[in-house]
C-alpha cells in the first residue's frame, strides 16, 4: 500500500505525464504494419510453375527453379527478420 504522500506525489507525476505531448507520442502503440504477403505469392506462383517447367525442362529444370524459389523466400525473411531487429 502506498502512503497519502506517495500517492500524491504519483498522481502529480501521472499528471504531468499525460500533459506532455512529446511522451505521449512516444509511448503511443505504433500502428500495425499491414505487410503484403510476397511469401504466400511465392509459394503460389511456384505451385503454378512446377508443371510447365517439368514438361519443358524436365527435373534439372524443376530443381533450379525450387532452388531459386527458395533462395528469393529465405532473402524475404533475413530482410524482414533484420528490418524488425533494428526498429
Known sequence: MLSDDDRRTLAE??????ADPEFAARM???EP??????VFVL?????VLVPPVM???GWPGLII??????TVIAVV??????RERYR
Request: net charge negative; glycine share 0%.
Open 43 to 47: 509459394c503460389v506462383a511456384l505451385f
Open 55 to 57: 514438361l519443358l525442362f
Open 13 to 18: 507525476l501521472e499528471s504531468e505525464l499525460e
Open 65 to 70: 527453379t525450387a532452388d531459386v524459389f527458395a
Open 33 to 38: 504494419e499491414v505487410r503484403f504477403p510476397i
Open 77 to 82: 525473411l533475413i530482410a524482414r527478420h533484420r
Open 28 to 30: 503511443a502503440a505504433p
